[in-house]
């Protein structure tokens, strides 16, 4: 049941990212980072923690977010935030 919440969550996060970066081949995965992406700077990266707030209907602070070292790390967030 939890893989498959965490695999919805995983596709509608993947959304986000091709919206947000304009790229609709971009597929995350959990080990991905800023780094894995040429136009995630610093702005974007908050440009994206708002779009994932709005897609998901949460509101994730600064000190968790800034503590996630990968994509796999903001999908267990999701998955613990996001009800249904």
Same mark, same amino acid.
């Given at each position: ?11 509608? =996060?993947?959304? &986000?990212?091709? $919206?947000?970066?304009?790229? $609709? ?9 800023? *780094? ?6 610093? =702005?974007?990266?908050?440009?994206? &923690?708002?779009?994932? $707030? *709005?897609?998901? *209907?949460?509101? =994730?602070?600064?000190?968790? &977010?800034?503590?996630?070292?990968? &994509?796999? $790390?903001?999908?267990?967030? =999701? ?6």
């Amino acid at each position: 049941m939890m893989e498959a919440k965490r695999n919805e969550i995983k596709k509608r =996060l993947n959304r &986000v990212f091709g $919206e947000v970066f304009d790229d $609709e081949k971009i597929e995350i995965f959990d080990e991905m980072t800023a *780094k894995d992406i040429g136009e995630w700077d610093s =702005l974007m990266h908050i440009v994206l &923690v708002v779009a994932t $707030e *709005k897609e998901f *209907k949460v509101t =994730l602070n600064a000190a968790e &977010v800034g503590e996630l070292k990968n &994509v796999g $790390e903001m999908l267990d967030l =999701l998955c613990e935030r996001v009800i249904g």
